[in-house]
């Protein structure tokens, strides 16, 4: 079974960046389709961005153009660089993953996935 393990999370101030990453454990399943979700307190998990394997990207509106989600197929990791945080963008960052190609319209979907990571805190002050 793949595990997921994120690292990277922490406390910033408004404007600044963070890199988070998300490192696959050895399997022999192979994730083609990551993607990071977040949630805040009292809020349901939301859809960050997601890569489709070898292929595109795509991101939820209120990040475009401040996150970049990468992939490292050697090493089995995923980033996201995420630049000019805002007080809005606090939430426990979460990996997923799943042995399926998803479509551009599914790679929102909290239930596509079934590899998740831990989270990884992220805290931006005003």
């Known amino acids: 079974q793949v595990q997921l393990v994120e690292s990277g999370g922490g406390l910033v101030q408004t404007g600044d960046s963070l890199r988070l990453s998300c490192e696959a454990s050895?399997?022999?399943?192979?994730?083609?389709?990551m993607a990071w979700f977040r949630q805040a307190p009292g809020k349901d998990r939301e859809f960050v961005a997601g890569?489709?394997?070898?292929?595109?990207?795509s991101y939820t509106g209120s990040v475009k153009g401040r996150f970049t989600i990468s992939r490292d197929y050697g090493q089995n990791t995923v980033y996201l660089q995420m630049n000019t945080l805002k007080p809005e963008d606090t939430a426990v960052y979460y990996c997923?993953?799943?042995?399926?190609?998803?479509?551009?319209?599914?790679?929102?979907?909290?239930?596509?996935?079934?590899?998740w990571g831990q989270g990884t805190q992220v805290t931006v002050s005003s």
């Open positions: 050895s399997g022999t399943t192979t994730l083609y389709t």
């Open positions: 997923a993953g799943t042995n399926r190609h998803l479509i551009t319209s599914t790679l929102g979907s909290v239930e596509a996935y079934e590899v």
């Open positions: 890569i489709k394997y070898r292929t595109g990207t």
